[in-house]
């Protein structure tokens, strides 16, 4: 529709840019203005395709990136491991693809649309394969959920820490030198710049997310084990 288009060009001039809060809510004022006035592509805009106001822009874009995380029937593997891991990394892949979503997309909460509970019911479903009580099927897509979102907020932060490494590392230095941080200084080593920048280079392996994402889901499966 018109409206979810508007919505996939604010997602693109997003993704063009080193997301700001300024920049944000410029970008969505702009097309929200845009698409209000009828001004986009020169056409007017009716009732049904205006975008009235910018929590209606956001929640057009929580669409439009939750249906990049459905996976279609076709691609979702068999059995409840594998399938909450495909799950995991198709989502972690869309954040890393729109890397502004973690810090601005609950700024203008609203009623959920269609893809977000097509994600719930999809990831309900995998883990109903495990056959534990709903509840507890329920909390086990919550503790794969919570990895996720933690890893890509984990990730736009180092990038933060990688443009303000000067100031981190002479902070650090002066910390480390009271002595009150044994454990940190024997992570960092004598040369705090290298430390700091060999402990970014670790949690900056592409291989990360997965050994995580399968220590979780050893623990759940373990779980399983124990009640069978």
Known sequence: TLRMTRAYSVVRALNRE?????????????????????CTSGHGASEGTAVRNKRELYALMSE???REIVIPADELPDGWREGLAEIARRTVRVFAQHPWIGDHMDEEPGQSGPSVLRHVEQSLAV???????????LEITGLVDDYVFGYAVRNREQEADRRHLESMVAYLQTQLDTGEFPHLAALIGDDPRKGVERVMHLASQEDR???GLQRLLDGIELEIERRA
């Open 127 to 137: 883990a109903s394969r495990t056959g534990l009580p709903v509840e507890e099927q």
């Open 209 to 211: 997310f997965e050994r």
């Open 18 to 38: 080193i997301v700001s809060g300024t920049a944000i809510a410029r970008i969505s004022s702009d097309h929200s203005t845009a698409a209000s006035t009828g």
């Open 64 to 66: 439009a990136i939750m």
